[in-house]
């Protein structure tokens, strides 16, 4: 699997942030979290444990650029606690607000997936703290503990499909005011 | 898991389309569309043909609907031959082209794992065959085969982020044009 890409601009935002350590310490907060998927796996105590095992753990206080748009990253990231806004650069170059995310929301997990380049900023708006889970980490939870990264992947395709849904359902209203 | 939800009106469409039978006859078609993925898993011959083993294979003619927006469907679907045109209707209630889906390509499959609501309509542009995957064919793969369940769940993420990336920059001409 994959040729190496050069992630290091991604790497410097994220260095540029206060480094809380291993996941291991959040596992309560993370556990409280994550939820219960509606039709497939939950994810348990155990999991919660082994999947905060993979975790580095930052803080970002509030204007602090977590993620920029074009930098090639391979990392997601998981709120923890705060908020974080999503902004695009329109045609015109201007920093476009898209949405904003919460505790339980994941980012990112488009580049950890295909390699793209960062689709967008991602700024705190409060004080953040956030944990990353990178590429190489997740292809090894799937090899070590491949229910466990099921588990994992089902809670990204249902995040991307009501997402998708969200985007779809708001192109449709701009689509159909013209 | 999952309470059981009436996805009839789902089904009886699928059942107006021609049945060909177990997937098991496609896995040749199948492999050659499924591809590659360019971080994480590659399907090898053996997955798809258990993923095969797990479908149903149907064709549908020229402007035969497939799926119908707002029916509960518990099934995605993998196109295989042809083209499928996905319509959204509007708020003034007209049916609006969204995109089209092309042989290799999946469908539904948000429905598949949030068990919402079909989102969209989806009717066939040109003679198509297509397999279909139901969500406890999905439950059984990841518990039976969990590799290869994995791999299913990382192509169905890569795919949603491309599906989402591309809606997204689409919305932000839509919004940076007003």
Do not use: W
């Not at 391979?74 to 923890?80: A, K, P, W």
């Not at 015109?92 to 980012?107: A, H, R």
């Amino acid at each position: 699997m994959a040729e190496k890409m050069d992630t290091s601009a991604d790497r410097k935002v994220l260095e540029s942030l206060e480094n809380l350590g291993a996941g291991t310490a959040f596992a309560d907060q993370i556990f409280s979290l994550v939820g219960h998927s509606q039709f497939f796996a939950e994810f348990n105590r155990q999991d919660v444990d082994r999947l905060a095992g993979y975790m580095r753990i930052y803080h970002a206080q509030p204007e602090q650029t977590i993620i920029r748009e074009g930098d090639v990253g391979d990392y997601m990231l998981l709120v923890i606690r705060g908020e974080v806004d999503i902004y695009k650069r329109n045609l015109m170059g201007e920093q476009q607000l898209m949405t904003s995310v919460t505790p339980g929301m994941t980012l990112g997990e488009m580049s950890m997936i295909d390699g793209e380049p960062r689709f967008a900023t991602c700024i705190a708006l409060k004080e953040t703290t956030f944990g990353t889970l990178t590429r190489d980490d997740m292809v090894k939870i799937i090899v070590e503990s491949p229910s466990l990264g099921a588990k994992i992947l089902i809670k990204l395709v249902t995040m991307l499909s009501q997402r998708l849904r969200h985007t779809s359902a708001t192109l449709l209203q701009y689509m159909g005011s013209r």
